[in-house]
């Protein structure tokens, strides 16, 4: 063997391991979190599309993708138009009926709450709205509105269950039933998806029970 | 049937005819036949080898597509580890089809799906661990570290294919590299030492394929390092590639595989043509973000340093010939650092773009009917035309004088070219006598 084509074979290797090494990370860090993750749920409206490598999932739409503030948040990268879908960060918070919902944002995740999880998102827009009912008759105030989408917009199905995901998700919106996804958050701001529910029952649970 | 063969082809035809007028004896027509026989085997060898390694990849291809929508279909069936097992069998597979490529000295089609497979394989466990574990991510993010672990693949085996499709995939990551372009450059980066790897090479075979792909490249270059002064970042651009392939003509490659020089001097000309009239050509982004501000001006004086190493080695080559046009297209380039540093670089760059324009021309011209070269003469008139009408259609002149405008220079073209064809005519009478 040349001696070139061993050391292909030793960086070759290498290569490898480095290939190996996101994904190998990546299930320890889902699998053995040094922090449990914290369970949230938020509440959708969901439809199932295609995806022609990873196949069908529902796309979930969170129902409120915005934060609202009496004061402007004091970061020139949220200001920016141009920072349209950078990354930032929102700290996440139950309130009474156990949804979850975002309470902060910010480009840094040290200068949100340490108290609250938080998760990485992808900023939209910044919206100023005129209050015309605070104090002070003309000098109306302004409220923020920061815009961003929550990273969990997917909820991955088998293929035959799909098309009637997708009825059984429209029929729900009709009635005026509620959907939840529940989501795992972990330490480090990352996530991953536990289990879509429909009126507070397992999607694969409701769709399983239809078939037999 | 290629050219060559066919000529060969001809050829065995004709032997007969010629050992029967005389025109060669018995040996030197079976040393012919010999030859021809030999040639037109190679071409039918080589042409079969492509097919062979084209069909082979789409069968591959076809194979790895029916699995997965195999296992697709029955996903659920499965449990969390039996899917990552799944998951890393394309993976699986590169790796062992790499290792008997590698310790076994295997030929092209093992090399290109070894590399292949390792590459796919590596981004198909990185999406199907996001669906297993239903984490989402971005396109921008996902595309990043599955080109950045590509590349080692690439340059392990060397692959043109993977090669290929590196360069469009790069497309898929834009969006983001526009925020955000030091990812972007990292990927670009990694595909140009590629290319100039292949380019410095004295005999690689794909180095007419890797010409054609820096176009690509250049597209994606100009998005992402772009963002700010664009028309001075293109200019540029543009003269680098124009001059890249007046190196690369001069030192011998054909023009079939040198599409830099055409591009190049296409782009340069209409970007001189727009600089010429365009307001807002020259001026800053004000809404270009810090980060892309410091990445397009890093960019721009690695640009210039490139342009200048090429002038270089173009006025050592040239110095007698087309020298001239690249002082005055190095005279932009050097214009641009005042434009990129002034405080109002549009009056300057308007200006500037339609004397650049005018004196490129103008020396094409010259340089076409001294080397009787019909391109770069028609070049030359093209760009003046070009100057002409542009510069009509932005004035406040009337519509008949405009008119007059057009017809002259409809009649500066057709003069131009019948008083050339004329004269290259006359001198090669004059040389045949």
């Not at chain 1, 879908?85 to 139950?94: K, M, R």
Request: net charge neutral; proline share 4%; hydrophobic share 50%.
């Amino acid at each position: 063997m040349f001696k070139i084509d061993r050391m292909r074979i030793v960086f070759f290797c290498a290569a490898l391991v480095l290939a190996l090494f996101y994904p190998v990370c990546k299930i320890v860090s889902f699998e053995y979190p040094s922090v449990p993750p914290v369970v949230m749920e938020f509440k959708v409206q969901g439809m199932a599309p295609h995806d022609p490598l990873r196949g069908r999932y529902v796309y979930l739409n969170i129902d409120q993708s915005y934060i609202e503030l009496d004061k402007r948040i004091d970061d020139e990268k949220l200001h920016s138009w141009r920072y349209r879908n950078g990354v930032c960060y929102v700290a996440l918070e139950t309130d009474e009926d156990g949804l979850a919902g975002a309470v902060a944002i910010a480009t840094d995740p040290a200068r949100l709450p340490v108290d609250k999880p938080f998760m990485r998102v992808e900023y939209l827009w910044e919206e100023r709205i005129m209050d015309h009912d605070a104090k002070g008759g003309d000098d109306a105030q302004f409220r923020y509105r920061y815009h961003f989408r929550y990273p969990f917009n997917r909820f991955y199905i088998n293929e035959p269950l799909a098309p009637r995901a997708d009825r059984l998700l429209a029929e729900t919106a009709r009635k005026g039933g509620e959907v939840h996804v529940s989501v795992n958050v972990y330490a480090h701001g990352g996530f991953s998806v536990n289990e879509l529910y429909v009126d507070d029952r397992p999607i694969r649970e409701i769709l399983t029970q239809v078939d037999k | 049937m290629n050219r060559r063969q066919k000529q060969f082809e001809w050829l065995l035809g004709e032997l007969p005819g010629f050992r029967a007028a005389g025109v060669i004896d018995e040996s030197a027509e079976d040393a012919l036949r010999r030859h021809c026989q030999d040639e037109c085997g190679k071409t039918a060898a080589s042409r079969r080898g492509y097919y062979t390694l084209a069909i082979s990849l789409l069968g591959l291809v076809l194979v790895a597509g029916g699995v997965v929508l195999f296992f697709n279909y029955n996903w659920d069936m499965l449990g969390k580890t039996a899917r990552i097992a799944v998951s890393s069998v394309p993976l699986a597979i590169g790796a062992v089809l790499g290792m008997v490529t590698l310790s076994t000295g295997r030929g092209v089609l093992w090399r290109e799906a070894s590399a292949l497979f390792s590459a796919t394989g590596t981004a198909l466990l990185i999406a199907m661990l996001s669906q297993i574990y239903q984490t989402g991510g971005s396109l921008y993010d996902f595309m990043t570290l599955t080109l950045l672990l590509a590349l080692p693949f690439l340059y392990i085996f060397n692959s043109i294919l993977l090669a290929t499709i590196y360069v469009f995939a790069m497309f898929v990551m834009t969006g983001g590299a526009i925020t955000s372009p030091a990812a972007g450059t990292l990927v670009l980066a990694g595909w140009a030492i590629f290319a100039a790897w292949h380019l410095g090479a004295k005999a690689s075979p794909y180095a007419a394929w890797v010409r054609y792909l820096t176009l690509p490249a250049a597209v994606f270059a100009a998005i992402i390092l772009c963002e700010w002064r664009t028309g001075v970042q293109l200019m540029t651009l543009a003269a680098i590639m124009a001059a890249a392939g007046a190196v690369a003509a001069a030192h011998g490659v054909p023009a079939k595989q040198n599409p830099w020089l055409p591009v190049g001097a296409f782009a340069l000309g209409v970007l001189l043509l727009v600089g010429g009239c365009r307001n807002g050509f020259f001026s800053a982004d004000d809404h270009a973000s810090r980060q892309a501000i410091i990445w397009s001006q890093s960019a721009f004086w690695v640009a210039q340093l490139v342009y200048w190493l090429l002038a270089a080695e173009l006025v050592r080559i040239e110095r007698r010939n087309l020298a001239p046009v690249w002082y005055v297209i190095g005279l932009m380039v050097l214009c641009n650092y005042y434009l990129v540093l002034g405080d109002d670089p549009e009056t300057v760059g308007r200006i500037g773009s339609n004397v650049i324009a005018a004196v490129a021309g103008l020396l094409l011209v010259i340089n076409g009917v001294r080397r009787n070269s019909s391109s770069v003469f028609n070049a030359g008139l093209a760009l003046l035309a070009g100057l002409v009408v542009c510069r009509f259609f932005d004035s406040d002149l009337g519509v008949l004088w405009r008119s007059a405008g057009f017809v002259a220079s409809g009649l500066l073209l057709l003069a131009g070219n019948l008083v050339f064809i004329r004269r290259r005519n006359h001198c090669s009478e004059v040389k045949n006598v």
